[in-house]
């Protein structure tokens, strides 16, 4: 290959690692934003979080959370901050690496590309739904329940939350079922570049089965209304995916044989 070979290769790759700065700057710019948004409006966003926990101790008693370090309620501020600048973030991020990849796709791949990227956003909302107004409420409920009363010949044992400890915990949950209720998009996408199948699915769907429930005991706190919660889900997803997955084949299969035809 002669000099001018290469300098003519060295142009291009320069242009696209300037374009992929320009991407990242506005990636980062957005995540900034948002986090400072996220960050004036941290303690409204930590009292949305904390109604889970208002109704699993339920009545009219009042509810106290502690810090026992000086600066861990504000580095929790600036956790709730992030996590939620991360996510209003995404539509900025996902346009801008959509726009970096898309003139190396063709205009049917494009076209496939799109719901994919619409999808993902949807189903982690549901994931984190799903953990907001069920599963929280119920696994704090569970924990709360074995708070017990003092008298005679008993010590009174009580809950008394962390701010830190409960956005962390709060924070996994949602960011395990939101990962976990990405499944259909991951799939469909690894059927449609056919590393696999439908019928390969069902057979490792035993597989599926106890990946599922040790992928919930690791991921969810230790009690079986977290676990239980994530694991069935997680199964569902997982038949959604096989019928996802033969939809793209039976559509591949028509396109083949209308072009045999």
């Known amino acids: 290959m002669s000099e001018n070979d290469i300098d003519a290769s060295k142009a291009p790759l320069i242009e696209h690692l300037i374009e992929l700065r320009s991407r990242l700057l506005k990636s980062v710019i957005a995540i900034m934003l948002m986090f400072v948004v996220c960050f004036y409006f941290a303690i409204d966003i930590y009292n949305i979080l904390t109604v889970p926990y208002l109704q699993a101790v339920g009545g009219d008693k009042p509810v106290e959370m502690i810090f026992t370090a000086p600066q861990e309620w504000f580095f929790t501020q600036m956790k709730l901050a992030l996590f939620g600048a991360l996510f209003l ?8 690496i959509y726009m970096f990849v898309a003139p190396g796709l063709y205009k049917n791949e494009r076209q496939a590309f799109l719901p994919f990227l619409a999808a993902t956003p949807v189903l982690f909302i549901m994931g984190a739904s799903l953990v907001y107004f069920l599963v929280m409420p119920l696994a704090m ?8 009363a003092g008298g005679e010949g008993k010590v009174a044992i009580q809950h008394l939350a962390r701010v830190s400890e409960y956005l962390d915990l709060i924070m996994v949950l949602i960011f395990a079922f ?19 199948s439908s019928q390969s699915l069902k057979e490792k769907r035993k597989y599926a089965i106890v990946i599922a429930f040790v992928l919930a005991a690791f991921l969810t706190p230790p009690d079986p209304i977290s676990q239980i919660g994530l694991a069935l889900p997680t199964l569902l997803l997982y038949e959604v995916s096989i019928v996802s997955v033969r939809l793209i084949e039976r559509r591949r299969a028509e396109r083949e044989k209308d072009e045999e035809a």
């Open 178 to 196: 939101g990962m976990v209720f990405q499944m259909p998009v991951v799939m469909t996408l690894l059927g449609r570049a056919g590393l696999i």
């Open 89 to 96: 973030a995404f539509p900025v991020v996902a346009s801008q």
């Open 141 to 148: 409920g569970f924990f709360l329940s074995m708070e017990q």
